[in-house]
């Protein structure tokens, strides 16, 4: 008989940081990977099994879903190039100090390489979640904000889909995987919307019925995944994408309520692998990687900002704003594990990041203004 005690656990653990979450205004996110570290790793209350990982699975395939419904290319497109011209100063000024850093402190070039890219992501749940606890998310540089981090999300998402079966540089190894990933990006843009859009007009307008189709897109990207090959998080993210074409708010409603336990029990998961003694065992590496990605990735996003027209201030509260990296890098950092690209120990170092990086966002947010008036005395801008 299967003993539902852990999940039993987890729901009183999600509880207890729900409320600590509205309390203290700290993302639900980091809070969940805390929890799982108590109740984990410390208190030994929940260990790993099949099911858990089933649940953590499903969890991330709901995840990556919500996130591809919010990137619908008519929603973005008025601000697709300053968003693309923000991620790229962002990304290139990010990912070569983390890519050299990693292979100063024993990576390989590869393993660099996954670091880089993994570490260049905004978290786009936490940064919105930030700002609306904060009260700010009416500001002008809010809609450019949120469209440069679902732009690196989706370059993050189609690395991922041929990094999976990436083994060296070798051209084929780059190639082919490359190859499967514009065709998915074709289906994605060209044929899936409008054939959806169209199909939709003959269905009834009832609720269940766009449920029922949304289950079926999914299913169906899932096992096209598996076809070729690639993530089964991308699979839910074109979903995600594709069923966005149809406007339909309630699917995002009716959705998110349902995976609410599978989301909780995917980063509660997390927190389960993180060791706190590898965390205190590994500061001397841990502390100035953390510096080096804040550092380099507001001054990055500023400098994208202050290229696109925005003034020093408005440029650093952007940088402040998208500093938290968050649940994509936690994807991606899965993936690796998976795949025997980074070793298992590399989930605390990523975590890590991400619980610092979110809990220092607060603090960074509210004195960006200070943080802008220290700038402009230290430079001739």
Known sequence: MFDFTPF??????????????????????????????????????????????????????????????????EKIKNISLPAALVFITEFMMLFFPIYFFSLLIGFSSLQSFYLGVLFSVTSTALTVSILKDLK????????????????????????????????????????????KTLFILTIVIFISPKLLSFLSNFLPP????????????????????????????????????????????????????????????????YGMIIQPSYILSHLAFL????????????????????????????????????????????LLTLLAVKNNILPPETFGLTSSIVIFSSLISFFLIRRYENLAYFIERLTPY
């Open 206 to 269: 009832q609720e269940e019925v766009f449920l029922m189709l949304s289950i079926s897109i999914v299913t169906f990207f899932l096992w096209l995944s598996n076809i070729l090959r690639i993530s089964s998080s991308l699979g839910a993210f074109i979903a995600g994408s594709v069923i966005s074409s149809l406007k339909r708010e309630e699917i995002e409603k009716i959705v998110s309520k349902v995976s609410v336990l599978f989301v909780s029990v995917f980063f509660i998961s």
């Open 8 to 73: 039993g656990i987890i729901s009183i653990a999600s509880i207890i940081a729900a409320i600590i979450s509205s309390k203290l205004k700290v993302p639900l996110t980091v809070l969940l990977i805390l929890v799982g570290m108590i109740f984990g790793p410390g208190l030994n209350l929940i260990k790993e099994n099949e099911i858990i990982d089933a649940f953590a699975e499903i969890g991330s395939i709901f995840l990556l879903f919500l996130i591809g419904l919010e990137f619908n290319l």
């Open 136 to 179: 700010l998310e009416k500001r002008k540089e809010v809609p450019l904000i949120v469209a440069t981090s679902i732009v690196e999300d989706v370059v993050t998402l189609f690395l991922i889909s041929f990094l999976s079966n990436l083994s060296s540089f070798s051209f084929q190894d780059i190639f082919i995987p490359l190859v």
């Open 287 to 330: 502390i100035p990687l953390f510096f080096l990605i804040l550092i380099f990735k507001i001054f990055g996003v500023a400098l994208g900002f202050l290229l696109t027209g925005h003034s020093l201030p408005s440029s650093i509260f952007a940088g402040t704003s998208m500093s938290p990296v968050g649940e994509v890098s936690l």
